[in-house]
Protein backbone atom coordinates (compact mmCIF):
# COMPACT_ATOMS: atom_id res chain seq x y z
CA UNK A 1 0.00 0.00 0.00
CA UNK A 2 2.97 2.44 0.73
CA UNK A 3 4.17 1.84 -2.48
CA UNK A 4 0.96 2.59 -4.50
CA UNK A 5 0.66 6.37 -2.49
CA UNK A 6 4.39 6.40 -3.42
CA UNK A 7 3.70 6.36 -7.05
CA UNK A 8 0.69 8.02 -6.87
CA UNK A 9 2.64 10.94 -4.93
CA UNK A 10 4.96 11.02 -7.58
CA UNK A 11 2.36 11.28 -10.37
CA UNK A 12 0.43 13.76 -8.46
CA UNK A 13 3.56 15.87 -8.07
CA UNK A 14 4.62 15.54 -11.85
CA UNK A 15 1.29 16.89 -12.66
CA UNK A 16 1.17 19.70 -10.27
CA UNK A 17 4.88 20.88 -11.13
CA UNK A 18 4.45 24.50 -12.77
CA UNK A 19 7.02 23.18 -15.69
CA UNK A 20 4.58 20.41 -16.78
CA UNK A 21 1.98 22.85 -16.33
CA UNK A 22 3.36 25.85 -18.66
CA UNK A 23 4.43 23.12 -21.12
CA UNK A 24 1.12 21.44 -21.36
CA UNK A 25 -0.92 25.28 -21.69
CA UNK A 26 2.25 25.46 -24.41
CA UNK A 27 1.12 22.87 -26.66
CA UNK A 28 -2.43 23.57 -26.15
CA UNK A 29 -2.17 26.94 -26.90
CA UNK A 30 0.02 26.19 -29.98
CA UNK A 31 -1.85 23.23 -31.48
CA UNK A 32 -5.78 24.92 -31.02
CA UNK A 33 -5.61 28.58 -29.93
CA UNK A 34 -2.76 30.49 -31.71
CA UNK A 35 -3.27 32.17 -34.97
CA UNK A 36 -0.60 30.06 -36.68
CA UNK A 37 -2.53 26.61 -35.04
CA UNK A 38 -2.15 23.40 -36.40
CA UNK A 39 -5.98 23.38 -36.85
CA UNK A 40 -4.98 26.19 -39.23
CA UNK A 41 -2.64 25.22 -41.22
CA UNK A 42 -4.23 21.69 -41.89
CA UNK A 43 -7.09 23.82 -43.66
CA UNK A 44 -5.01 25.51 -45.38
CA UNK A 45 -2.87 22.74 -46.56
CA UNK A 46 -6.44 21.13 -47.82
CA UNK A 47 -6.84 24.52 -49.68
CA UNK A 48 -3.56 24.49 -51.36
CA UNK A 49 -4.36 21.14 -52.63
CA UNK A 50 -7.93 21.92 -54.07
CA UNK A 51 -6.28 24.33 -55.59
CA UNK A 52 -3.45 22.07 -57.05
CA UNK A 53 -6.16 19.94 -58.26
CA UNK A 54 -8.17 23.19 -60.00
CA UNK A 55 -4.51 23.94 -61.68
CA UNK A 56 -3.59 20.38 -63.25
CA UNK A 57 -7.33 20.45 -64.22
CA UNK A 58 -7.22 23.69 -66.27
CA UNK A 59 -3.60 23.19 -67.74
CA UNK A 60 -5.73 20.01 -69.32
CA UNK A 61 -8.23 21.66 -70.71
CA UNK A 62 -5.71 24.49 -72.14
CA UNK A 63 -3.85 21.64 -74.06
CA UNK A 64 -7.20 20.28 -75.30
CA UNK A 65 -8.37 23.72 -76.23
CA UNK A 66 -4.89 24.64 -77.74
CA UNK A 67 -5.22 20.94 -80.13
CA UNK A 68 -8.60 22.30 -81.44
CA UNK A 69 -7.84 25.38 -82.31
CA UNK A 70 -4.68 24.11 -84.02
CA UNK A 71 -6.97 21.88 -85.81
CA UNK A 72 -9.33 24.74 -86.96
CA UNK A 73 -6.81 26.31 -89.24
CA UNK A 74 -7.46 24.23 -91.88
CA UNK A 75 -10.54 25.20 -93.55
CA UNK A 76 -12.02 21.50 -93.51
CA UNK A 77 -12.33 21.04 -90.00
CA UNK A 78 -13.34 24.47 -89.36
CA UNK A 79 -16.18 23.78 -91.53
CA UNK A 80 -16.80 20.29 -89.60
CA UNK A 81 -16.66 22.57 -86.33
CA UNK A 82 -19.03 24.78 -87.47
CA UNK A 83 -21.64 22.47 -89.26
CA UNK A 84 -21.46 19.78 -85.78
CA UNK A 85 -21.01 22.81 -82.84
CA UNK A 86 -23.22 25.66 -84.47
CA UNK A 87 -25.29 23.76 -86.59
CA UNK A 88 -24.60 25.98 -89.75
CA UNK A 89 -25.58 25.09 -93.21
CA UNK A 90 -24.74 25.89 -97.18
CA UNK A 91 -27.36 28.23 -99.10
CA UNK A 92 -28.86 25.43 -100.55
CA UNK A 93 -28.82 22.53 -97.79
CA UNK A 94 -31.37 21.27 -95.24
CA UNK A 95 -30.36 19.93 -92.06
CA UNK A 96 -32.20 17.28 -90.24
CA UNK A 97 -31.14 16.99 -86.63
CA UNK A 98 -31.87 14.04 -84.43
CA UNK A 99 -32.02 14.42 -81.25
CA UNK A 100 -31.40 10.73 -79.47
CA UNK A 101 -33.62 10.81 -75.72
CA UNK A 102 -31.59 9.43 -72.70
CA UNK A 103 -33.41 7.06 -70.79
CA UNK A 104 -33.39 7.54 -67.23
CA UNK A 105 -33.74 4.81 -64.24
Known amino acids: ?3 KQ ?4 KVIKFVTNRYFIVIVIFLIWMLFIDE ?3 L ?3 ELNKEIDKLENSIDYYQKEIS ?3 KVISNLKDPDSLERFAREEYKMKKKNEEIYIIDFDTIKE
Open 1 to 3: MAL
Open 36 to 38: NSY
Open 40 to 42: THR
Open 64 to 66: KDK
Open 6 to 9: LKQN
